[in-house]
């Protein structure tokens, strides 16, 4: 029988965190010909790659011909944000069940993307239904060194300047390494009503009203849910002053909360004044999109231990765990 052409030109597109449509060309006298059509995907590996592809999923799909562009989905565990290489081979299986394939086409690379709308919105509804009911707060707080705090006094102007958001939590999140924004908590310790006195990230801690960043002229965006091989779980959300560039930014990519009715973070007019209340049972991380300037809060040292044990600095997600996952690419 006649060999067949190797497939070449192939073109990747219409990429999600968990599918890319795939297309080459080849022989129009193959065209008929093929009945298979083999694909090779390996997820290139380096030191920041997410190690948690299940490792009995073949690498080698073999599909049945189809019209070109096909849509791969589901055959693998395809990771958010991570870069894969792709060849092809198609083939003609014969009477006997053996197939007679064309050599191997050129690699191609490719990164799936970031988690989009929906699959916020389905991790959004996996952290409703472990948020728990709601506790009256009214500060927010950053915990940080002595060391920090006097960078921003003397270098920054007396202002906490946005950074970069790092890579913990899901490994599909959009504002991982995209999002800039200065890292505020809220919860309070039950029985108090007080932040906690302990903090993982050092003894001093800024403090400042509720107020001055969450009110009516601030949107609540839904970013991430997810916990690091504990009991605890986490939740993180943006607060962005509205039409400022971290809102235009997560307009596009996050689902937008109702600041007075939503299960995490609210912010709600009760006789006259603003009245703010947050999730039980997640540990919140806000993250607001400004800079602050310290002179509108209180600086100072807490009493409690430093337990760097609950630090989620770069903290990668459990891949395992039901509470916090969803069915699409981890």
């Known amino acids: 029988m006649e060999?067949?052409?190797?497939?070449?030109?192939?073109?990747?597109?219409?990429?999600?965190?968990?599918?890319?449509?795939?297309?080459?060309?080849?022989?129009?006298?193959?065209?008929?010909?093929?009945?298979?059509?083999?694909?090779?995907?390996?997820?290139?590996?380096?030191?920041?790659?997410?190690?948690?592809?299940?490792?009995?999923?073949?690498?080698?799909l073999v599909a049945k011909a189809v019209p070109l562009p096909m849509t791969v989905r589901g055959h693998w565990f395809l990771s958010p944000r991570t870069e894969y290489s792709v060849a092809v081979q198609t083939a003609v299986k014969q009477s006997d069940g053996e197939y007679l394939v064309s050599g191997w086409s050129e690699t191609v690379e490719f990164c799936t993307g970031d988690y989009a709308k929906e699959h916020l919105a389905q991790l959004q509804e996996k952290a409703e239904q472990i948020a728990g009911?709601?506790?009256?707060?009214?500060?927010?707080?950053?915990?940080?060194?002595?060391?920090?705090?006097?960078?921003?006094?003397?270098?920054?102007?007396?202002?906490?300047?946005?950074?970069?958001?790092?890579?913990?939590?899901?490994?599909?999140?959009p504002t991982s390494g995209m999002l800039h924004g200065v890292f505020f908590s809220c919860n309070t310790e039950f029985n108090t009503g007080q932040p906690p006195q302990d903090s993982p990230y050092g003894r001093w801690r800024f403090q400042i009203?509720?107020?001055?960043?969450?009110?009516?002229?601030?949107?609540?965006?839904?970013?991430?849910?997810?916990?690091m091989y504990t009991?605890?779980?986490?939740?993180?959300?943006?607060?962005?002053p509205k039409g400022s560039l971290g809102d235009r930014f997560c307009r596009d990519r996050l689902p937008l909360l109702d600041i007075a009715c939503n299960k995490f973070l609210t912010c709600s007019v009760e006789d006259g004044e603003l009245i703010f209340r947050h999730a039980?049972?997640?540990?919140?991380?806000?993250i607001y999109t400004e800079p602050v300037d310290l002179s509108l809060g209180t600086l100072g040292e807490i009493s409690g231990h430093q337990l760097m044990s609950l630090s989620t600095a770069d903290a990668k997600k459990d891949p395992s765990c039901k509470t916090c996952n969803i069915s699409v690419g981890r």
Request: glycine share 2%.
């Open 3 to 60: 060999l067949l052409s190797t497939p070449h030109s192939i073109e990747i597109n219409n990429i999600t965190c968990d599918s890319f449509r795939i297309s080459w060309a080849m022989e129009d006298s193959d065209l008929e010909r093929v009945t298979h059509y083999f694909i090779d995907l390996n997820k290139k590996e380096n030191k920041n790659s997410n190690k948690f592809k299940h490792r009995d999923v073949p690498t080698k």
């Open 133 to 173: 009911r709601m506790l009256r707060f009214s500060v927010f707080y950053r915990n940080h060194h002595k060391e920090y705090f006097q960078h921003a006094r003397t270098h920054c102007g007396n202002v906490l300047q946005p950074y970069l958001k790092d890579n913990s939590g899901s490994h599909g999140s």
């Open 209 to 227: 009203p509720a107020q001055r960043l969450f009110n009516p002229s601030t949107n609540l965006y839904f970013a991430d849910f997810y916990c």
């Open 231 to 240: 009991a605890y779980h986490y939740a993180i959300l943006v607060l962005a």
């Open 280 to 286: 039980q049972d997640l540990i919140l991380e806000i």
